[in-house]
């Protein structure tokens, strides 16, 4: 929300510079009206009430436009941000809108209505039609800010794109692509032995490779921990991330085994037991960092060794090394983490499923879904595939991406659109110096980069302006990420040379096609 807030700021600002710059850049086309008036009597604030009228009118109609594009576009901005939204015209809303319409049209309207109502009749009548300093450092100032707003968003764009690129393709210990999940099921159910009668149903299903329990969503966060002593009588403290799974869970959950084996059924001692003195006897399955930070660089040599808990109630068997895995999303730091079969502690389990590439998904849950509530009683199953819960648990950077690529987009057209209107004026207010350098010779070429050297420098400095102001803050962005990119250079020069290659053509465009009128038609009234 936030950012779109910010987003939607950063619009009306080069809208508004726009609107100001055009407005300006149109003074001169007026000038000759408001001599008249002058001479005839108005005053000032006449002048100034009657230009800022126009304004606040001019902004009416964009917003009754925008709420008809609003109301348009709302299904599809419900489908992005997974929203039920719609306009309500309550006086409210109505009197809200109101206030953006009059604040936009005030700001907006205000100085180009100051600069105009300012021109002296005398001169102006006179012929004297040249803009004063004033409204050229403003012009320059806004077209320029526009050119680093431009520049800033491109940069946005790419930086948060190569962020979620480096999150799709992030290595995350377990697999993503085909494996389904079944949550917020009953623990006691499915863990109530190692296979029970709801596992071999779903593993029987067509499509279905593997099943085990889990009672953690890996795309989520931890549920428990379980503190253990190292034969090498290494305590370890703080967080420890517990996984209680079920037999195959290497296989079924997409881990990579570095030494040992997988939970399996061909050893009755992997699942957990329970003695007469409340002792829980189990195996586990450790990660290359948990075993490092007990202080084994070389892990295997834990295969077979016995574990104990901090309290002493439970004794952990290892039978396997699996490379590092990371829980939640890329903001969460990357723990070890250890695996147990069948020692859970928590009320709620989930069950994944395994399933061949060429499978049809939607019929596999339909199916696991009708075996579940027949099964477990339960009215509503919550099932879904672990590659989208990954996409679901970055949706705000997803969401961003695609908004800064909206919003990216929007303000290149803004800004070539007030670019052509100022580079529109520059070219008329110049031709006649043009008709004069082409009857000396001059060649199209060189006209072109005479018109368009202005707006190139202009829009050049405010480009190199926002450089240092998106790197710092798109760092702090970044610095939201336990795995991030590195901001790259080419980045900043490639959104730098784009906006100036878009200003110079649009310029270029209209600066070819008065480079090609001939001398005489301008010049005939001389």
């Not at 080069?14 to 000038?31: E, Q, T, W």
């Not at 389904?180 to 071999?200: D, F, G, M, S, T």
């Not at 060794?305 to 490379?323: E, F």
């Not at 502690?345 to 994944?352: F, S, Y």
């Amino acid at each position: 929300m936030q950012v779109c807030i910010a987003l939607t700021v950063l619009l009306l600002v080069i809208a508004s510079v726009n609107f100001i710059n055009l407005n300006i850049a149109g003074a001169a086309k007026r000038a000759k009206e408001v001599g008249v008036r002058k001479a005839l009597g108005a005053s000032k604030p006449q002048l100034i009430t009657q230009f800022l009228t126009e304004s606040l009118f001019i902004v009416m109609i964009a917003a009754l436009v925008a709420l008809a594009l609003v109301e348009m576009m709302i299904p599809y901005a419900n489908q992005l941000l997974e929203r039920s939204l719609s306009l309500s015209f309550s006086p409210v809303f109505l009197v809200a809108v109101m206030a953006v319409v009059v604040l936009i049209g005030v700001i907006s309207g205000l100085y180009p209505a100051l600069f105009i109502a300012s021109f002296s009749a005398k001169r102006v009548l006179s012929g004297d039609l040249q803009r004063g300093k004033t409204a050229i450092w403003v012009r320059k100032l806004t077209l320029g800010l526009q050119g680093a707003l431009s520049v800033a968003l491109i940069v946005a764009a790419a930086v948060v794109y190569k962020q979620m690129a480096l999150i799709n393709d992030l290595p995350v210990g377990y697999a993503k692509n085909d494996r389904l999940i079944i949550k917020n099921l009953p623990a006691e159910a499915i863990y109530q032995q190692a296979e029970p009668h709801v596992l071999r149903l779903l593993k029987s299903l067509q499509g279905v490779a593997q099943v085990t329990q889990s009672d953690t969503l890996l795309t989520n966060d931890m549920t428990s921990e379980l503190f253990l002593v190292f034969p090498n009588g290494e305590r370890l403290e703080g967080t420890q991330p517990t996984i209680a799974t079920g037999f195959h869970a290497v296989e079924t959950l997409g881990l990579e085994l570095v030494a040992g084996r997988d939970f399996s059924p061909q050893f009755a001692g992997d699942w957990i037991q329970i003695s007469a003195d409340n002792t829980r006897s189990f195996s586990v399955l450790l990660s290359q960092s948990l075993a490092k930070q007990a202080g084994y660089d070389d892990p295997s040599v834990l295969l077979g060794q016995t574990l104990s808990s901090h309290s002493g109630n439970a004794r952990a068997t290892v039978v396997g090394i699996v490379k590092d895995i990371k829980i939640g999303s890329a903001r969460q730091q990357q723990l070890p983490v250890l695996l147990t079969a069948g020692d859970i502690n928590v009320a709620i389990g989930t069950l994944v499923l395994k399933l061949h590439p060429e499978v049809n998904k939607a019929q596999v849950m339909r199916q696991a879904e009708q075996i579940i509530q027949n099964e477990l009683a339960m009215p509503e199953v919550e099932i879904s595939l672990i590659e989208d819960d990954y996409q679901r648990a970055h949706i705000n950077e997803f969401r961003m991406q695609q908004l800064v690529l909206l919003f990216s987009t929007l303000s290149i057209v803004l800004t070539c659109m007030g670019i052509l209107g100022l580079a529109s004026f520059a070219t008329i207010r110049r031709q006649k110096e043009v008709a004069v350098r082409k009857v000396l010779g001059a060649s199209r070429i060189s006209i072109v980069t005479i018109l368009s050297r202005e707006f190139i420098t202009i829009v050049g400095a405010g480009s190199l302006l926002a450089i240092p102001v998106s790197y710092w803050l798109m760092n702090i962005w970044l610095n939201n990420f336990n795995d991030r990119i590195e901001q790259a250079t080419w980045v900043y020069a490639a959104a730098t040379l784009s906006v100036l290659a878009i200003t110079w053509l649009t310029v270029a465009c209209l600066a070819f096609k008065a480079a090609s009128t001939r001398p005489s038609l301008i010049l005939r009234y001389e």
